[in-house]
Nanobody, 129 residues
Framework: QVQLVESGGGLVQAGGSLRLSCAASGRTFRLYGMAWFRQAPGKEREFVAAIRWSGDSGSGVSYYEDSVKDRFTISRDNAKSTLYLQMNSLKSDDTAVYYC??????????????????WGQGTQVTVSS
């Protein structure tokens, strides 16, 4: 059983930065597909960013939703089994609950909500304008 624990959310002014972390259990963390999704009130859960293993010598292949590209950076530390999301130049539209997700099988496209079997509890990010 995989468990995901997120941290790092909070209240920040527009233009500010936050870094989210997601600690995962599991001995083969480096092989998993990992992603961040978010859900704002009254809206569906949407893809933010994903990262997949690209081999032992690589840092992973990353994918981003267009509105966060160039502002957010997804990364992973396989030694610590931890996923990160560095969020810069935050906007009020980024306000949402952010969820960490894990895909152990890599059979679905990285942006697909249904492809992720394990989810964290979510962490609130609020950006004030």
């Amino acid at each position: 059983q995989v468990q995901l624990v997120e941290s790092g959310g909070g209240l920040v002014q527009a233009g500010g930065s936050l870094r989210l972390s997601c600690a995962a259990s599991g001995r083969t963390f480096r092989l998993y597909g990992m992603a961040w999704f978010r859900q704002a009130p009254g809206k569906e859960r949407e893809f933010v960013a994903a990262i997949r293993w690209s081999g032992d010598s690589g840092s992973g292949v990353s994918y981003y939703e267009d509105s966060v590209k160039d502002r957010f950076t997804i990364s992973r530390d396989n030694a610590k089994s931890t996923l990160y999301l560095q969020m810069n130049s935050l906007k009020s539209d980024d306000t949402a609950v952010y969820y960490c997700a894990l895909d152990p099988y890599l059979t679905s496209p990285p942006r697909t909500v249904g492809g992720y079997e394990y989810w964290g509890q979510g962490t609130q990010v609020t950006v004030s304008s």
